[in-house]
C-alpha cells in the first residue's frame, strides 16, 4: 500500500494495554461477548510471538469524572442502580450485566486513557487497548449494544482534557456502526468521525446523510456498506473518501475503534474481510497519523466474535501497528 510496506519499526515503538479487570464482567453463559474474547486474544498474541515485542502499560481505572467526559450523571446512577438490584440487562438497552459489570468497563474506559497518556507522553509511538466490553455504541445517556462506556469516546475527550489536542479523527471499521460514537461527537467540530459498517443492521444508523449538526456539518462520515462486502468496498472507502477528506482536516490525533467483526465468518456480521485486509486499513491510518498526527494514534478493541478470527485479525492489526510484514 504505501511506503510503510518495508518499515520495521523498532520494538517497543507500540504499547498494549491489556487489563485484568477486563476479564471479569461475565455474561450469561453462551453469550458471544465473554471473557473468552480476551483469552483468545492473548493466546494468540503469545502463540505469535507478539506480546513479548510490545511495551505494556499500566492500566487504571475511569473515574466518575473521566466518564462524565461523555456520559451524563442520570446514566450514571442508572447503571449503579441497575448492577445494585441484579438486573439481568441494563435499562437502557441490550446490554446485558454481571456484578462485575460497571468494574470491567471503567478498566476498558481507563485502559483507552492510559493508551493515550503513553502516546502523547512520547513513551510509545502508538497503543492498542484490548479491552471488553466494547464501547461504541453507548451515547450520552444510554448504554446498548453489549456496551456500558464509550471508550474511545472518553479517550478523545481525554486526549483533548489533559493534553490540549485540538483536532481528532476516530476511525470506525467494526461491521456495526458507532452510533454512540457518533452521538457523542455530532456536533464537535474537533472530531472528524469516519465509519464503514453492514447497513441495514444493528443498530439501524450510519447513513450517508448524517453528517454531523451546527458547527460539525461535514465532520461525520458514514459509509454503509450491504451484507458480503469486503476489501474491495471498505478498503476501497478509506482510500477514496477518509485519505481526501483528512486533507482539509488534519488531525492532530488519531483513534480507532477496531471491531474485528468485519472479519469473514464472524457470527454477529456478514462482511468478507481478510486478515491481511485488517493490516493494510491499519497502515493507512498509519498514514494518516504520520502525515498529520507525527504518528501518534491509539486502537481500541471494540466488536470480534469469532474466538478464531477476532484474535488473527487483531494480530494482523497489531503487527501493522509495529511495522512488521504479514508472515
Given amino acids: ?138 451515547t450520552l445517556s444510554r448504554g446498548m449494544g453489549f456496551c456500558l462506556y464509550n471508550n474511545v469516546a472518553i479517550a478523545a475527550r481525554h486526549a483533548r482534557r489533559a493534553w490540549g489536542v485540538d483536532r481528532i479523527l476516530i476511525v470506525d471499521w467494526d461491521v456495526h456502526h458507532g452510533n454512540g460514537t457518533q452521538d457523542i461527537f455530532y456536533d464537535d467540530p474537533s472530531v472528524f468521525f469516519f465509519s464503514t459498517h453492514q447497513a441495514p443492521w444493528y443498530p439501524g444508523t450510519g447513513w450517508p446523510d448524517e453528517t454531523g449538526d451546527g458547527p460539525a456539518r461535514g465532520t461525520t462520515l458514514n459509509c454503509p456498506f450491504p451484507a458480503g462486502s469486503g476489501r474491495r468496498e471498505i478498503l476501497g472507502a478509506f482510500r477514496r473518501k477518509l485519505l481526501p477528506a483528512m486533507e482539509g482536516f488534519r488531525p492532530e490525533f488519531v483513534l480507532v475503534s477496531a471491531g474485528f467483526d468485519s472479519r469473514r465468518d464472524d457470527p454477529l456480521g456478514l462482511f468478507r474481510l481478510h486478515d491481511e485486509d485488517f493490516r493494510e486499513l491499519t497502515e493507512m491510518v498509519l498514514e494518516i497519523a504520520d502525515r498529520w498526527a507525527q504518528g501518534r494514534l491509539v486502537s481500541v478493541l471494540e466488536g470480534g466474535y469469532s474466538l478464531h478470527g477476532m484474535p488473527a485479525a487483531a494480530a494482523a492489526h497489531l503487527r501493522g501497528l509495529m511495522g512488521i510484514r504479514q508472515p
Fill in 1 to 138: 500500500m504505501s511506503h510503510r510496506e518495508d518499515l520495521v519499526h523498532k520494538t517497543g515503538e507500540t504499547g498494549l494495554v491489556f487489563p485484568q479487570a477486563c476479564f471479569l464482567h461475565a455474561p450469561p453463559p453462551d453469550h458471544p461477548e465473554s471473557p473468552d474474547r480476551l483469552r483468545a486474544l492473548r493466546r494468540r498474541l503469545e502463540l505469535d510471538g507478539l506480546l513479548s515485542r510490545l511495551v505494556h502499560l499500566q492500566e487504571q481505572e475511569a473515574t466518575d469524572d473521566d466518564l462524565h467526559l461523555c456520559h451524563t450523571r442520570a446514566y450514571l446512577a442508572a447503571v449503579n442502580k441497575d448492577i445494585a438490584r441484579h438486573a439481568p440487562m441494563l435499562s437502557t438497552g441490550d446490554t446485558h450485566l454481571s456484578p462485575y459489570a460497571d468494574a470491567s468497563a471503567r478498566a476498558a474506559a481507563g485502559a483507552a486513557m492510559a493508551a493515550v497518556d503513553a502516546v502523547l507522553s512520547g513513551r510509545v509511538r502508538n497503543a492498542f487497548a484490548a479491552v471488553r466490553p466494547p464501547g461504541h455504541h453507548a
